[in-house]
């Protein structure tokens, strides 16, 4: 599901707005419109955005220096993030990359300090307000994103110094959990002390970025190494186009296995799966398998790296794929055979 806009694009990288942001600057713009708040805070609502903007080209800017690519940049509104390609596992570098977007609004707040500094008494008192709004923009905004927790810079700052004492995922754990801790505090201090519903949503994005960087650098660990063809389905059962929907239930019932590949003459031409077959009313079930399979299918390779077909079947939001090597079909993989074998290897390496 993917919920942002793309707005414009900056050193060839498409720059997104997510929807909870874009719905932010129309409320406080509709707020500000009806009178309810100042046009100043609308204003500031937009320094805002462009201050995550800078942030996040700054943090782009270095990642792609060490030719990490990056995939667009998303908008939201306590921080952006940037979908990269593949984070740096060097610590070295991840510890750059993460301190150059908090770095970047400490010079603009210096920026703008020396401006008010220098022209104190010349500018209007508009100007200065608007000056200083962005300067305490950038501040809160480089401060926050320094907390040492995840999904925060500071997060990542701070896996990146416990890297060099403990193995990579241990660390991305402490972090992790830092972030966790750090969570509940906000909430519960937005709930009894404050009683601040931002404090509290912010509380709940950070939480759940905490858990999300966990458990994903947690798979990408445990299945490093591990190939398509350590885990794939050898003996395929396959289907033929002209079986009828209810004789490829029957073969369902049989076989337990829940998706087939179509071939016809030795040539994999779609895959079917119970999803689609039950789909079909009852009355309709003599009609073929070829009338319903899906033709588009997306591949894997023996060769494959495990991580990479997880990240295909989250992103097509499917359960398996055929293997095929030299265009002939050599195995089935699937979300299940994945998970089983993450399972075996959190086992045995504890
Ligand atoms: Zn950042």
Do not use: W
């Not at 998303?74 to 984070?87: C, D, R, Y």
């Not at 002390?193 to 947690?218: R, S, T």
Request: charged share 20%.
């Amino acid at each position: 599901m993917n919920l942002s806009l793309r707005i414009f694009t900056v050193f060839g990288i498409p720059v997104e707005l997510h929807i909870s942001f874009l719905l932010l600057i129309l409320f406080i713009y509709v707020l500000a419109f009806f009178n309810v708040i100042s046009i100043q805070m609308a204003v500031l609502i937009t320094l805002l955005f462009v201050t995550v903007v800078i942030h996040e080209l700054s943090h782009s800017y270095v990642a792609k220096r060490y030719g990490v690519n990056i995939e667009r940049i998303v908008l939201l509104p306590i921080g952006g993030v940037s979908a990269m390609e593949e984070i740096p596992k060097d610590p070295g570098q991840e510890l750059k990359i993460s301190i150059a977007g908090p770095s970047a609004n400490f010079i603009i707040a210096i920026i703008c300090y020396l401006i008010i500094l220098i022209t104190t008494n010349i500018i209007s008192k508009d100007i200065y307000s608007f000056i200083y709004d962005f300067l305490t923009v950038n501040l809160v905004l480089g401060v926050f994103n320094l907390l040492p927790a995840f999904p925060m810079d500071g997060g990542r700052i701070l896996r990146a110094f416990l890297a060099r004492r403990v193995d990579y995922v241990r660390a991305t754990e402490i972090a992790a959990n830092v972030g966790k801790y750090l969570a509940i505090i906000m909430a519960l201090s937005g709930i009894f002390i404050i009683l601040n519903p931002i404090l509290i949503f912010i509380a709940l994005f950070v939480y759940i970025g905490a858990d999300q960087e966990y458990k994903l650098i947690l798979i990408s660990s445990l299945l490093k190494g591990v190939y398509v063809r350590d885990i794939m389905t050898k003996n395929v059962i396959t289907i033929s186009p002209d079986t009828s929907i209810s004789g490829a239930l029957d073969l369902m019932f049989m076989r337990k296995h829940m998706g087939y590949p179509v071939i016809q003459d030795s040539k994999l031409i779609g895959i079917v799966t119970f999803h689609d077959l039950s789909k079909i009313p009852e009355g309709k079930r003599d009609i073929s398998v070829s009338e319903i399979m899906t033709e588009e299918i997306i591949l894997s390779h023996p060769d494959e790296p495990v991580v990479k077909t997880l990240e295909k079947l989250t992103k097509y939001n499917i359960g398996r794929l055929p293997v095929v090597k030299g265009g002939k079909l050599v195995g089935i993989v699937s979300k299940t055979d994945i998970m089983r074998a993450l399972e075996i290897l959190r086992a045995r390496s504890t």
